[in-house]
């Protein structure tokens, strides 16, 4: 009983091609996000959502378009995909509320070739 | 803006050694403090926080005190298992924001 579980865990792709990540969170929470981690292990936020409503959205190309059909799911489509996309890409969700901690689903490996 | 420094790693020790990470964080207001542990192929884990000033935030003998005169959240155990090797994430939060900002993280090694 996975709390935020991610597919696939990993992903070979070619430059060009299109893809996408999915999410799934079982712990009621609100919020979701997403958060990629380069080479380097940096972690940055890229998107989060409360209740479908997209709520930050950092500076990311529009390439990357995250879709929250309800919300206990966020996914992560990615057009046109580049050497640069290749990151390690986590889910995380948290409760509404003030300094709540976020659970993080183990992260998606994405590898542009 | 808001912003965590983390010392850089790796950091090696050997089992049953005393650990420190600096962190510091440089942010406007008071914000929730964090460390965040991740382990080899997994994602991350919260493994304590303090809300305000002063506050100490402990689990699995980890400990880490807000400190708001130094702006630092330094994590420290006392003694150290081959089981701790992982990486670890410094993080600030305002709680009007669902923002966590992260430190770069910090690679422990720990060796028997």
């Known amino acids: 009983d996975t709390a935020v579980s991610q597919t696939p865990k990993y992903l070979v792709t070619q430059m060009g091609n299109d893809k996408s990540i999915k999410c799934e969170q079982n712990?009621?929470?609100?919020?979701m996000y997403w958060y990629k981690q380069d080479s380097k292990k940096f972690l940055k936020i890229m998107f989060s959502?409360?209740?479908?409503?997209?709520?930050i959205n950092e500076t990311v190309p529009n390439r990357f378009s995250p879709k929250s059909p309800d919300k206990a799911h966020l996914n992560l489509h990615i057009n046109s995909l580049e050497l640069g996309d290749s990151a390690v890409y986590f889910c995380?969700?948290?409760?509404?509320?003030?300094?709540?901690?976020?659970?993080f689903g183990n992260g998606t490996r994405l590898t542009v070739t | 803006g808001n912003s965590v420094t983390q010392m850089e790693g790796p950091v090696t020790l050997s089992e049953e050694a005393f650990l420190t990470i600096n962190c510091t964080y440089t942010?406007?207001?008071?914000?929730?403090l964090f460390w965040y542990v991740q382990y080899p192929g997994e994602g991350l884990q919260l493994l304590l926080k303090?809300?305000?000033?002063?506050d100490k935030g402990s689990n699995k003998g980890f400990e880490a005190t807000y400190r708001k005169e130094t702006t630092s959240f330094h994590l420290e155990k006392g003694s150290v298992q081959v089981s701790d090797s992982a990486v670890y994430f410094c993080?600030?939060?305002?709680?009007?924001?669902?923002?966590?900002?992260f430190g770069t993280g910090t690679r422990l090694q720990v060796f028997p």
């Open positions: 995380a969700s948290s409760p509404t509320g003030k300094n709540s901690p976020l659970h």
């Open positions: 712990l009621g929470h609100d919020t």
């Open positions: 959502y409360n209740n479908k409503e997209l709520i």
């Open positions: 942010a406007t207001g008071y914000p929730s």
């Open positions: 303090a809300t305000k000033a002063d």
């Open positions: 993080a600030l939060l305002f709680g009007n924001t669902d923002k966590l900002i």
